[in-house]
Nanobody, 121 residues
Framework: QVQLVESGGGLVQAGGSLRLSCAAS????????MGWYRQIPGNQRELVAI???????NYADSVKGRFTISRDNAKNTVHLQMNSLKPEDTAVYYC???????????????WGQGTQVTVSS
């Protein structure tokens, strides 16, 4: 069984910063890309940032220059440093990971439970 546990969400004023963390645990044979998505009620979940196991990253245009994704492969963790936050960043943020649980199992995408980020104006 694989679990992704997120932490670090909360309420912050516009211009402030938050750091999200996500830890993957359980049966993990191979951990590939890890990333963050966000969702506003009534909207589709959208990619915020993603990082491969080799360290290459991609960001949504709306967060480039403000958010930074990082990961620690030894600890199976991924982080999202969010600076210069705007009210439009308000959403539930979800951790996502592509994990192969064992050599005999196919890779699968796993999701965390989500953490609320609220930016007040």
């Amino acid at each position: 069984q694989v679990q992704l546990v997120e932490s670090g969400g909360g309420l912050v004023q516009a211009g402030g910063s938050l750091r999200l963390s996500c830890a993957a645990s359980g049966s993990i044979f191979r951990l590939n890309a890890m990333g963050w998505y966000r969702q506003i009620p009534g909207n589709q979940r959208e990619l915020v940032a993603i990082m491969s196991s080799s360290g290459s990253s991609n960001y949504a245009d709306s967060v480039k220059g403000r958010f930074t994704i990082s990961r620690d492969n030894a600890k199976n963790t991924v982080h999202l440093q969010m600076n210069s936050l705007k009210p439009e960043d308000t959403a539930v943020y979800y951790c996502n990971a592509e994990i192969q649980p064992s050599p005999d199992w196919a890779q699968k995408r796993y999701w965390g439970q989500g953490t609320q980020v609220t930016v007040s104006s």
